[in-house]
């Protein structure tokens, strides 16, 4: 893997065999690997691109099974080859470009400038297509994160115990406890979720508090999707829900043990509840909250396998992927140098201008490989451009 003799040693795994080989090694001279050497000289050997050489790291760091088969595609090459043939692609374009420049006289086919324009302007697309992924490999890698939203005292802090199953929030009868952000990770159906419980939405007084919902609202903007909590017996808790429409929102009737006993809001509320939670259903029951919303018990656990199904297919709806996705700020960064440089080269009016932007998104692209050498490739396609001759 290295692109290195290597000597391998089938030993005894006690720690006094381990240590004593290990000793004899050092006295002939050698040393273990420092972190990461191994890669590092599987790379400088050719064996491995910079994205292979991050997978590996990913691999390492993997916590869900979604997190290792991506960077078991990195792994694969399928990121390093997309950003190669882009590279390819560029290369020959600048050949071309150079060709202009530098033999204004020969024969060139005709139109060439507006060919070049045109392959760049397909590669800009691509490269903006590529972009615009939601950041769903970064996502992958770094955790997805779900808000848990919703009025004071609906059973948010419950509802993440109880899908954490630890003590990871404080809940408490008083409305406005949870002040600040309690964030756990968890693996939902292989797929690394943040899920943040958030300081009650309503207006405060209270300075602390309202920097509490403050921060509640970033993050359930920032959050990739939302469960809005509400208690059951007061539907009308769900109409604040309005305020974050889409499919991302998933409402959630809360205490639902506590209904079919105690219907405890008044008819009133009971009407605006019903509208609020759509269908218009008349009469509040358990079936009525079930036609719009997930109704759960964080106290009992009923409801909560079924959200944590919905919430999972949501993900996984979300993330699944054919093409290879970006999986690092790094990659993406070069990527929008990349497309800014050709975009440039598009409205230079410099044909000299508009080579070196072809050149310099070469670079930005050879940066994530860590391979591409502009010099040598197009030493490479000018002796097959046979100008000259
Ligand atoms: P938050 O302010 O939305 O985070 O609400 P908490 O999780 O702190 O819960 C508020 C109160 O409701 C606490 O006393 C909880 O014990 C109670 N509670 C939460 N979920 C349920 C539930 O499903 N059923 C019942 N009966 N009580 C609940």
């Given at each position: ?34 972190p ?16 292979q ?79 615009a ?94 469960l ?11 109409q ?86 970006l999986t ?26 508009r ?35």
């Amino acid at each position: 893997m290295t692109g290195e003799d290597v000597a391998e040693l089938h030993l005894h795994g006690s720690r006094a065999v381990l240590a004593a080989v290990v000793e004899a090694l050092r006295r002939l001279g050698l040393r273990l690997a420092e972190p990461g050497e191994f890669t590092r000289r599987a790379f400088l050997n050719g064996k491995l691109d910079l994205t292979q050489a991050e997978a590996v790291a990913d691999l390492v760091a993997a916590e869900t099974e979604a997190q290792r088969r991506q960077a078991l595609r990195q792994l694969d090459g399928e990121l390093g080859s997309l950003y190669r043939d882009w590279g390819r692609r560029l290369t020959h374009l600048l050949a071309h470009l150079e060709a202009v420049i530098d033999f204004p006289d020969e024969d060139l086919p005709p139109a060439i400038e507006d060919r070049i324009s045109a392959e760049t302007s397909v590669l800009v697309a691509e490269i903006d297509r590529h972009l615009a992924d939601g950041r769903r490999g970064e996502r992958l890698r770094d955790g997805i994160s779900v808000a848990i939203i919703g009025p004071p005292n609906a059973g948010k802090s419950s509802l993440l115990n109880r899908i954490a199953r630890r003590d990871a929030a404080i809940t408490s009868p008083i409305a406005g406890t949870t002040r600040d952000i309690v964030e756990v990770a968890i693996d939902l159906a292989g797929y690394p979720v943040l899920l943040g419980d958030t300081a009650g939405l309503r207006d405060s007084e209270d300075a602390i508090e309202q920097e509490g919902l403050r921060r509640a609202l970033r993050r359930a903007e920032e959050a990739e999707i939302r469960l809005f909590v509400f208690d059951a017996r007061y539907p009308a808790g769900a109409q604040s829900a309005a305020a974050w429409p889409g499919p991302d929102t998933i409402l959630v009737a809360n205490k639902i043990d506590l209904v079919s006993t105690i219907p405890l809001c008044t008819p009133g509320e009971r009407g605006k509840g019903a509208a609020a939670i759509g269908k218009g259903a008349q009469s509040f029951n358990r079936d009525g909250i079930r036609q719009s919303s997930f109704p759960i018990s964080a106290l009992t656990g009923e409801g909560i396998d079924a959200l944590l199904a919905a919430l999972g297919e949501r993900v996984a709806r979300n993330y699944r992927s054919e093409a290879p996705v970006l999986t690092r700020a790094r990659h993406r960064h070069a990527l929008e140098e990349a497309a800014s440089s050709l975009s440039r080269s598009l409205t230079a009016n410099l044909t000299e201008l508009r080579g070196e932007d072809l050149r310099l998104a070469l670079r930005s692209l050879g940066h994530i490989t860590g391979t591409v050498d502009v010099e040598e490739l197009l030493d490479v396609i000018f002796r097959d451009f046979c100008i000259g001759k």
